[in-house]
C-alpha cells in the first residue's frame, strides 16, 4: 500500500464543526449531529474519496491500494477483528436479511456503531470501514443503528429510496435520468432534471391480473417500512431488547395482509390464496425489472415454477422443503396440544391470557416461526425465513445457471412479488389456528365504563369549493417526488450541478379525522384508550361477512390514549396525521415531498382503495377504561444509554412515534392487551353488529370509500351526486 493522503478538506463546514488533527485522522466537535450524519449514507456505491469529493466531507486518511487501483481508507487488524462477518460477505450483493450469516454481519457491525462513545466516533469509524465492507450490509447497521442509540434521532435518516432509489424505480427510469442529467451538465441549461414513471409502468404486464395491484405491492413507502420494521426489530436480537417482538411479527405483517385483500376487492380480484400445498405450482411469476447500481440484477421468476430444494455448493449449505414441511408440522401440533416443547424438553404453555411472569402465547409463536428467541429452535425450525430464501431461488434451485437471487431474499424489495402476500397469508392462517384455540373474551374484558354514542369520520377541507361529507372518504392518484441524486453520482465533475428528482403516482387521499361522541357516566374526570379497527363489509361475491370471516380484515387505523374526559357527554377529534400506525417525521428537503416514514405505515395508504362507485367499509370503535398502572409509561428495557435522549416514553399516536406495528426500542409495547384486541379471537356471536350491540363502550359506523381516480374529480363527482339530488330524492 502506497500512502495516499486525500485533498485538505478543512474547508468543510459541518454545521459549525471545529477540527483537530489527530494520529487517527481529523475528529470533529461541537456539531450538529443531522447533516453530516446523513451524508455518510449517500452514494453507498462509490468509494469514500468520491463521496467526500462530491459532498466536501472530512474523511480519514486515505491510501492508494495497488492491487486495485482504488483509493480507500485503511482499517487495522484490531478493527477488522471487531468487524468479524461483516468482511466475509461479499461486497456487490444485496443484504439478504433473511439469510443468518448476512443478518449477524449485520448485528456485528452495529455492535461496533453502537459500543463507541459518541457520534463523533460512529462518524469515524463509518468514514473508515465503509470501503471495506459490504454496500447494503454498512447501510442496514447504520440504520439499525439509529434506533438503538438514544444519541441518534430515527428522525434524521435519509428516505431509504433517497439512499438506493434503484431498489424502487424501473431500471429504465434510472437509465433516462442519468442520460438527461447528462445533457443538462454538458449543455449548461438547466442544473434539475425530473423524470416521470407512472404506475402501470412496472414489473407486470396488464395482461396479468396481478398488474391490477402492482401500484400496491411496489409503493415505495411501503417498501420503505417493510426494510426498517425488519432492522429496527431483527430477529436476531437480544432475547428480550424488544418488548412481545414475535407478536409484532404477527401483528404488523396481519395488517399487511389483510390490507393488501381489501386492495384486492377494491380492483375485483379475490382475495390472495395462501401458499400452502408446496407441491403444486406457483401460478404467478414476477419480473422485477430493477437493477441495483452495482450491476446486480435481480432474478426473474417464470409463471409455474416450484418450490424447491436448494442445492448449494457446498452442499452442507443446501435447503429442503421437506425441513419446512417437519417444521410446520411441529408448529400445528404445539398450537393443537396448547403448548411448545424448550431445548430442555419442558413444556412451554400457549395462552393469550397469561399468569403472572408468563408471555403471551402469540408471542412464543411468533418468535418461533420468524426463529428469533425460539424456545427450541431444532424443533420449530426457521418456517419463515427459509421459506423467503427458497421463493427467491425457485427460478434455479440447483444453481445450473449461477443465477442472482430473486427480490423475495430482500427486505425491501419483498413486497413487490406477488407470492410475498401468499407466503405470508400461509404464516397468517398459522397464527389465526392459533388465535383460534384461544377463548372468547369474557364481558368483563369487554366492557367499559364509557358509552360511546356517536362516530363520524370526515374528510379535511383540504380543497376549494368542497364541502366534506360524514362518513366518505376519498382515494385518487397523486405525484410524489424524490431526490435521487443522493442515492446515484450523477455528476461528470466535482463542481456539477446538478439534482435530479424522480416522480411517479402513488394511491393517496385527503386527512381525515374522527369525531366520538363518548358519555362519561361517572363524576369524576377519566381518561380512555380509544382502538379504531376498519374491515370490508362485503366479500369478493358481494355476500356480508360473517364475525369468523372479518378476523382476516381487521386492520389496525389508530390506537391512543385520550385526554381526561369531563363527566357527561364529551367529544373527543382526532386527526388521521397523528395515527399511532404512523411516524410524524418529515423530510427537510425541499425537493422531496415524500413525509419521512422509517417503521410507520405509509401515510399514503391509509386508506383502502375503494371502488368507483364507493366500497362500504365497516368502522369500529371501542373506549377502554386505562388501569390504573398503565397511566404512565415505565421504561424497563436496558438500552445503549448514550448522552441525548432523542427516545423518550410518549403515547402512541403523539409526534415522532409508530408504537402499534413497530413498538419501541427501549421501552414496553404501549398497550397492556393482544395486539389486535378485541378483534383478534372468535366469538359466540355471528355478526360483527350482534358483537358490538352487547357493549355500549363499542360502535360500529359505515364508511363509503371511494376510489376519484385523481383529486380534482373528488369535486366534480361530488357536484354530480349533488345534481342527481335535485332530480331524485336522495
Not at 450469516?101 to 462518524?123: C, G, Q, R, T, W
Not at 363527566?567 to 395515527?579: A, E, F, H, K, L
Not at 425537493?591 to 401515510?603: E, L
Amino acid at each position: 500500500m502506497n500512502s495516499y493522503l486525500w485533498s485538505t478538506l478543512y474547508r468543510v463546514f459541518l454545521t459549525g464543526g471545529v477540527f483537530v488533527q489527530t494520529a487517527a485522522g481529523t475528529r470533529i466537535y461541537n456539531y450538529g449531529p443531522r447533516d453530516f450524519m446523513q451524508s455518510v449514507f449517500y452514494l453507498p456505491y462509490e468509494t469514500t474519496a468520491t463521496l467526500a469529493n462530491r459532498f466536501d466531507l472530512v474523511v480519514p486518511p486515505l491510501f492508494m491500494n495497488n492491487e486495485t487501483g482504488m483509493v480507500t481508507t485503511e482499517i487495522s487488524n484490531e478493527l477488522k477483528m471487531k468487524l468479524g462477518t461483516a468482511l466475509a460477505i461479499p461486497r456487490d450483493i444485496p443484504y439478504f436479511a433473511f439469510k443468518r450469516e448476512h443478518s449477524l454481519a449485520v448485528k456485528e457491525l452495529s455492535k461496533v456503531f453502537l459500543e463507541v462513545e459518541d457520534i463523533d466516533d460512529v462518524y469515524r469509524f463509518a468514514m473508515e470501514i465503509r470501503d471495506h465492507v459490504n454496500h447494503h450490509i454498512f447501510l442496514a447497521a447504520l440504520y439499525h443503528t439509529f434506533y438503538e442509540r438514544r444519541d441518534l434521532n430515527p428522525g434524521d435518516l435519509p428516505p431509504l429510496e433517497t439512499v438506493l432509489p434503484d431498489r424502487f424505480v424501473p431500471a429504465g427510469v434510472l437509465t433516462k435520468a442519468k442520460q438527461l442529467a447528462k445533457q443538462a451538465i454538458l449543455n449548461h441549461h438547466t442544473r434539475k432534471v425530473t423524470v416521470e414513471w407512472h404506475v402501470d409502468e412496472t414489473g407486470i404486464a396488464t395482461r396479468s391480473p396481478e398488474q391490477g395491484v402492482a401500484y400496491w405491492r411496489e409503493d415505495i413507502r411501503l417498501n420503505s417500512f417493510h426494510w426498517h420494521w425488519h432492522l429496527s426489530n431483527p430477529y436476531n436480537i437480544e432475547p428480550g431488547k424488544r418488548d412481545r417482538r414475535g407478536e409484532l411479527f404477527y401483528y404488523m405483517h396481519h395488517n399487511m395482509v389483510a390490507r393488501y385483500n381489501m386492495e384486492r376487492l377494491s380492483v375485483n380480484l379475490r382475495p390472495v390464496e395462501p401458499f400452502e400445498d408446496w407441491h403444486l405450482p406457483i401460478k404467478d411469476g414476477y419480473f422485477p425489472h430493477i437493477t441495483a447500481g452495482n450491476g446486480y440484477d435481480w432474478a426473474d421468476r417464470q409463471d409455474n415454477s416450484y418450490f424447491k430444494d436448494v442445492r448449494a455448493i457446498p452442499l452442507n449449505e443446501s435447503n429442503y422443503v421437506s425441513q419446512l414441511e417437519m417444521w410446520r408440522t411441529h408448529l400445528y401440533h404445539a398450537i393443537d396440544v396448547g403448548y411448545m416443547v424448550d431445548a430442555n424438553g419442558v413444556q412451554v404453555r400457549l395462552t393469550d391470557n397469561p399468569r403472572i411472569g408468563e408471555d403471551y402465547g402469540i408471542n412464543i409463536m411468533g418468535e418461533a416461526v420468524e426463529a428469533g428467541a425460539s424456545v427450541n429452535p431444532a424443533l420449530y425450525g426457521d418456517l419463515h425465513n427459509l421459506g423467503h430464501d427458497l421463493l427467491s431461488q425457485s427460478h434455479d434451485p440447483a444453481k445450473r445457471h449461477n443465477t442472482n437471487m430473486g427480490v423475495m431474499g430482500a427486505v425491501e424489495t419483498a413486497i413487490r412479488d406477488p407470492v410475498f402476500f401468499r407466503w405470508h397469508k400461509f404464516i397468517d392462517t398459522l397464527f389465526l389456528r392459533y388465535k383460534l384455540t384461544q377463548p372468547s373474551y369474557t364481558t368483563r374484558q369487554l366492557t367499559g365504563a364509557f358509552e360511546i354514542v356517536d362516530v363520524e369520520v370526515m374528510e379535511d377541507n383540504w380543497k376549494d369549493n368542497y364541502t366534506p361529507m360524514p362518513n366518505r372518504l376519498h382515494t385518487f392518484f397523486s405525484p410524489s417526488t424524490f431526490d435521487a441524486s443522493r442515492g446515484i453520482d450523477f455528476k461528470m465533475k466535482p463542481d456539477d450541478r446538478i439534482t435530479v428528482l424522480l416522480k411517479s403516482d402513488v394511491l393517496d387521499h385527503p386527512e381525515f379525522f374522527y369525531t366520538i361522541q363518548i358519555r362519561n357516566p361517572t363524576s369524576e374526570f377519566k381518561r380512555s384508550r380509544i382502538r379504531i379497527f376498519l374491515a370490508p363489509k362485503y366479500d369478493e361475491d358481494g355476500q356480508r361477512l360473517n364475525f369468523a370471516s372479518l378476523l382476516h380484515y381487521w386492520t389496525e387505523m389508530d390506537n391512543f390514549k385520550t385526554d381526561p374526559i369531563s363527566p357527561g357527554t364529551d367529544y373527543i377529534s382526532r386527526y388521521s396525521m397523528n395515527s399511532s400506525i404512523l411516524s410524524s417525521y418529515r423530510s427537510r428537503d425541499p425537493d422531496t415531498d415524500f413525509a419521512f416514514s422509517g417503521c410507520s405505515w405509509p401515510r399514503n395508504l391509509q386508506l383502502p382503495r375503494g371502488t368507483a362507485d364507493g366500497m362500504v367499509f365497516h368502522l369500529f370503535v371501542m373506549a377502554s377504561d386505562i388501569p390504573p398502572d398503565e397511566h404512565r409509561p415505565k421504561r424497563s428495557l436496558d438500552v445503549n444509554r448514550n448522552r441525548y435522549p432523542y427516545h423518550l416514553p410518549t403515547a402512541p399516536g403523539t409526534p415522532g412515534t409508530s408504537g402499534s406495528f413497530c413498538g419501541r426500542p427501549d421501552e414496553k409495547y404501549p398497550d397492556p392487551w393482544p395486539m389486535g384486541y378485541p378483534l383478534d379471537r372468535k366469538s359466540g356471536h355471528g355478526t360483527i353488529e350482534a358483537f358490538v350491540a352487547e357493549h355500549k363502550n363499542m360502535a360500529l359506523s359505515e364508511v363509503l370509500i371511494t376510489h376519484a381516480g385523481d383529486p380534482e374529480s373528488v369535486g366534480r363527482q361530488q357536484q354530480a351526486e349533488r345534481d342527481d339530488c335535485l332530480l331524485f330524492t336522495c
